[in-house]
């Protein structure tokens, strides 16, 4: 196996990384993938909504193994990873993972060190997801760093529309330095009230201004309590509402992302041959 790392970014904050990190994870694992989580986020909300309530008595977490690859030294294989009901792994985060960001700032290659963390687990897996926290900081350039492809979570408001653009120049840095193939997979449209003309208008309006530099996914994830009910019971939308629309949004985003490395795959042969 060699996984395709796929990281969930959105500087701004509430924009449901971690809620769709979680239900395209286990959206995937559904369909038959093997699939690990990694909580990129000093909050360890992705870990906190999988039913780890306390994070910080974790002995072991992202941080312990950014600490190791930081010594040059290897982590026991699968050592701190927990393995959820719905199927999938989790490598989780604690608070220690914030005095990660200073200690990166003097490091050699610091912006290298998650990719390196990666690397060993990359053959264990189909996908690994990477949720990241709500800033551009060193932790996120990390994750983009490690990342083959990019899924952008927004929110149908006027002023997300300035915050794609410095995340976009971010991308545009991490590609140029570092990491030349890193794809984007597209924006995606969460927390859509589509009783409101309102959100309608700036999900259209969004599809017309970027969806001719990047794919705007067809999918769109509708706003629902059923979605904020579920951080608080550690289970996927899959098990907590499996009929209910939203579900059925992570259903057909989980079949969008599949489709899209299907294509890239094609392509790549095509290409090779
Ligand atoms: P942060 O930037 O703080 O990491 P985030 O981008 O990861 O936030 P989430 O934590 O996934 O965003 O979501 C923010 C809040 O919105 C949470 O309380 C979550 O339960 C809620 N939420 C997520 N998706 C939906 C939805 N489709 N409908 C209603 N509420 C939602
Ligand atoms: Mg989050």
Request: glycine share 6%.
């Amino acid at each position: 196996m060699n996984a395709s790392v796929i990281a969930i970014a959105n500087q701004k904050g509430g924009v449901g990384k971690t809620t769709t990190a979680a239900n395209l994870g286990i959206g995937l694992a559904q369909e038959g993938k093997k699939v690990l989580l990694v909580d990129c986020d000093p909050q360890a909300s992705l870990t906190i909504s999988l039913g780890y309530a306390q994070p910080d008595q974790l002995p072991t977490t992202l941080s312990t193994y950014m600490v190791k690859a930081l010594n040059d030294e290897a982590m026991p294989p699968g050592e701190g990873i927990l393995h959820h009901p719905e199927g999938i792994d989790l490598l989780p985060a604690s608070i220690d993972l914030a005095s990660m960001e200073l200690r990166l700032i003097s490091a050699m290659s610091r912006e290298t060190v998650l990719r390196k963390v990666l690397k060993p687990l990359k053959k264990q897996y189909d996908h690994i997801l990477l949720d990241c926290m709500p800033s551009l900081a060193l932790l996120t350039i990390n994750s983009l760093t490690a990342a083959d492809r990019v899924l952008i979570p927004v929110q149908p408001h006027y002023l997300s529309a300035r915050g794609l653009e410095e995340l976009a120049k971010s991308i545009d840095q991490v590609r140029r330095d570092i990491n030349p193939k890193l794809k984007i997979d597209g924006i995606l449209l969460t927390m859509m009230d589509n009783r409101t003309v309102y959100a309608r208008e700036i999900a259209s309006l969004m599809r017309e201004s970027y969806g001719r530099k990047l794919k705007v996914f067809d999918t769109e994830i509708p706003h629902s309590v059923r979605a904020a009910e579920i951080s608080a019971e550690g289970k996927s939308i899959f098990t907590h509402d499996p009929k209910g629309k939203v579900a059925t949004a992570y259903r057909a985003l989980t079949q969008e992302v599949m489709q899209i490395e299907k294509q890239r795959a094609t392509r790549q042969a095509g290409l090779s041959r």
